[in-house]
Every structure is written in C-alpha cells, then in structure tokens.
C-alpha cells in the first residue's frame, strides 16, 4: 500500500489549498479515510474524517474551514482548505482512521508541506 498526500504549499493567511490524497486503491475499500496534520514540535492529529457512509467529522480547529471529500469509484480523497491561518502550518498526511499498520506500527506515508504566511 502507498499513501501519498499532494498538493501542499506556501500560502498567505486567508487563503486556500486543497489537498490530495492517492492510496493505491485502497481508499473505497476503507470505512473511515481521514487527513491528519503535524505541526513542528507537535503531535500528528487528525483533523477531518469522511466515511464510506458519506458522514464527515471535523477537529474543532478546521470546522467551518476545511471540507474533507472521497471519491470511493476512483480511490481518491481530497481536503479543501479554505481560511487558512498560519497554525495551519504542518505536514499533511492521508491516512485510514484509525491508521494503517505495517510490521507491528503504523504506516504513514508521503505527506506535503502546508505553510500559511502571516
């Protein structure tokens, strides 16, 4: 399995990005597909969810802002990110919710920069 986040950049406060996600097929064979974010010095979170079923779910600190969409026929996933703000800065990562585990840890793959200029 590959998973492979893009369309990551250097963004002005107030701005907008949306996001990427490619996982090798897998996405439309997983109930819960979420992004997640790292911030330097901080744990990874997860800041949106989509389900199979269609429901979305939201960190508190994107809802409004942000807007998670799946495509299950064309395994592909996506984040728009609107408002951004610059503690939007962080590396984001497409993921399965709750992630995916290889050799007895959790598997992440390539994530993509996100700076938001003040």
């Known amino acids: 399995v590959q998973l492979q986040a893009s369309g990551g950049g250097l963004v002005q406060a107030g701005g907008s990005l949306r996001l990427s996600c490619s996982a090798s097929?897998?996405?439309?064979?997983?109930?819960?597909m979420g992004w997640y974010r790292q911030a330097p010095g901080k744990e990874r979170e997860l800041v949106a969810v989509?389900?199979?079923?269609?429901?979305?779910n939201y960190a508190d600190s994107v809802k409004g802002r942000f807007t998670i969409s799946r495509a299950n026929a064309k395994n592909t996933m996506s984040l728009q990110m609107n408002s951004l703000k610059p503690e939007d800065t962080a590396i984001y990562y497409c993921n399965a919710d709750p992630p995916l585990r290889s050799r007895g840890r959790d598997y992440w793959g390539q994530g993509t920069q996100v700076t938001v200029s003040s």
């Open positions: 989509s389900t199979s079923g269609g429901s979305t």
């Open positions: 097929g897998i996405i439309g064979s997983i109930n819960r």
